[in-house]
């Protein structure tokens, strides 16, 4: 059973308003290295900072979506790293990962990933050509939604983060049904995090592919996160700030319907317009 550390950290914050101050504690996000290593071939493939929980999921999710495994059974086994210089205590800040017998996954493209920082989104490949070579399937589902269940995803989001709704300091990515309904939602300090727990959460449940759902990101949506979404083949993406132009570009190569602004009664759609009852 994977272990959940603590996600928040309690404070002592001076509160400057109106010319006074006052002395209160706060809430704010854990922010923790994680390493990630293979067993065999023992080596790491990356290290990236995240908040602390649901630290398999990512785990499944980031190796997912890197194209090092394809399916819940290509991972034999995970688990947290033991320090035998101290009588066995767990180090839960590394994951040691082993893959199924006779998967040799090519990981040289994974060496960008040796360290990275929550808010720099280095988990993309480096080009759409990329995502080509990798087999990405441009996304065919017949799926149409009403302008009214878009609408209605950023107050279910936000409702549903409840360590945002303490230390304001975290990004969250959903996926819901056709109807709206809310079917699973992680948060982390970084987007990219959050959108790998939620896939690595679907792969470990075997309910991928997501071909028939949406998924909404907080912040942007970005290379990383269409990237991400793809080989997830989610059909429909949505996030409450601007795409950027690659996000947009790989939107248009694979198919996916791109949402941004989205808040309250308004949306822009940048490709995919079919999908959305108008």
């Given at each position: 059973m994977e272990i959940h550390t603590k996600s928040?950290?309690?404070?002592?914050?001076w509160v400057?308003?109106?010319?006074?101050?006052?002395?209160?504690?706060?809430?704010?996000?854990?922010?923790?290295?994680?390493?990630?290593?293979?067993?065999?071939?023992?080596?790491?493939?990356?290290?990236?900072?995240?908040?602390?929980?649901?630290?398999?999921?990512?785990?499944?999710?980031?190796?997912?979506?890197?194209g090092v495994i394809t399916c819940q059974g290509d991972i034999q086994r995970m688990s947290y790293c033991t320090d035998e210089s101290v009588d066995g205590?767990?180090?839960?800040?590394?994951?040691?990962?082993?893959?199924?017998?006779?998967?040799?996954?090519?990981?040289?493209?994974?060496?960008?990933?040796?360290?990275?920082?929550?808010?720099?989104?280095v988990c993309g490949k480096a080009n759409i050509e990329a995502l080509r070579l990798r087999g990405c399937a441009v996304i065919n589902s017949e799926l149409i939604v009403n302008p009214e269940i878009i609408y209605s995803l950023p107050d279910k989001l936000r409702s549903a983060q409840g360590i945002?709704?303490?230390?304001?300091?975290?990004?969250?990515?959903?996926?819901?049904?056709?109807?709206?309904?809310l079917l699973n939602v992680q948060e982390d300090i970084g987007r990219h995090n959050a959108l790998d727990k939620l896939i690595g959460s679907a792969l470990l449940s075997d309910e991928l592919p997501l071909n028939h759902h949406i998924i909404m990101v907080s912040g942007r949506s970005s290379f990383e996160i269409l990237q991400k979404s793809l080989v997830a083949q989610v059909p429909i993406v949505c996030s409450v700030s601007a795409p950027s132009s690659l996000a947009v570009s790989i939107a248009q190569e694979f198919g996916i319907t791109l949402i941004g602004f989205l808040r309250g009664e308004r949306f822009n759609i940048y490709t995919g317009r079919e999908r959305i009852n108008i």
């Open positions: 928040k950290r309690k404070a002592q914050v400057v308003e109106n010319g006074k101050k006052r002395l209160r504690q706060d809430h704010i996000t854990t922010e923790e290295p994680l390493e990630i290593r293979l067993v065999s071939p023992r080596r790491t493939v990356a290290v990236t900072m995240r908040t602390p929980g649901t630290d398999f999921a990512l785990v499944a999710g980031f190796l997912f979506s890197e205590e767990q180090r839960y800040n590394i994951i040691n990962v082993e893959l199924k017998p006779g998967l040799n996954p090519d990981l040289q493209p994974l060496e960008r990933h040796f360290y990275t920082n929550s808010a720099c989104g945002f709704s303490m230390t304001g300091g975290l990004h969250a990515a959903a996926v819901f049904d056709v109807n709206g309904n």
